[in-house]
């Protein structure tokens, strides 16, 4: 059983630039989410998505960022135009459908960003 | 008011000892709970989940509920110093299956 895989583990752009993070769930999981941390506080809550649909996206997530998950299996996060506030690591998790409470989520290594 | 609230440490408990993480909720209708474990530069590590009162146990990790007080703990006994990381406090919001994060307490194992 392979965990979440995220890719690049690091990435260092300049302000400006686009990056594109990608992120492979346990198979079998439909449930995929994206979170962001920054130093020194929990991880939050970006977006979600149950198969390929994106069920939920948070207020955090500006129309600079969008997520895709085009056939239910890896999905991608793409930041445009990124400014210093989105240094941060970003969290991917999965987790299968279950229809009581919360599923328990699986995380990924996670994508280090630094924008200089 | 913070949704999940923990207090960052660190807590420092000598090698052997109990040591002791507590965490409070805002959202009285939260019905899943669980303890995440991050080393440092690390991803979160699931340790519990506890979705009922009262005490669960898994090893030398025991997670405790009290939905009435809106509060829920993880024990760790016989810490080592391996145990030393960031332990995060994680709740569902009841909608969509997002977790809620506190901003974790750091736990020093000493020698």
Known sequence: DTGVSQNPRHKITKRGQNVTFRCDPISEHNRLYWYRQTLGQGPEFLTYFQNEAQLEKSRLLSDRFSAERPKGSFSTLEIQRTEQGDSAMYLCASSPSRARGADTQYFGPGTRLTVL | ?????????????????????????SDRVSQSFFWYRQYSGKSPELI???????????????????????????????????????????????????????????LQVTL
């Open chain 2, 1 to 25: 008011q913070k949704e999940v609230e923990q207090n960052s440490g660190p807590l420092s408990v000598p090698e052997g000892a109990i040591a002791s993480l507590n965490c409070t909720y």
């Open chain 2, 48 to 106: 519990m989940s506890i979705y009922s009162n009262g005490d669960k146990e898994d090893g030398r990790f025991t997670a405790q509920l009290n939905k009435a007080s809106q509060y829920v703990s993880l024990l760790i006994r016989d810490s080592q110093p391996s145990d030393s990381a960031t332990y995060l406090c994680a709740v569902d919001t009841g909608t969509a299956s997002k977790l809620t994060f506190g901003t974790g307490t750091r």
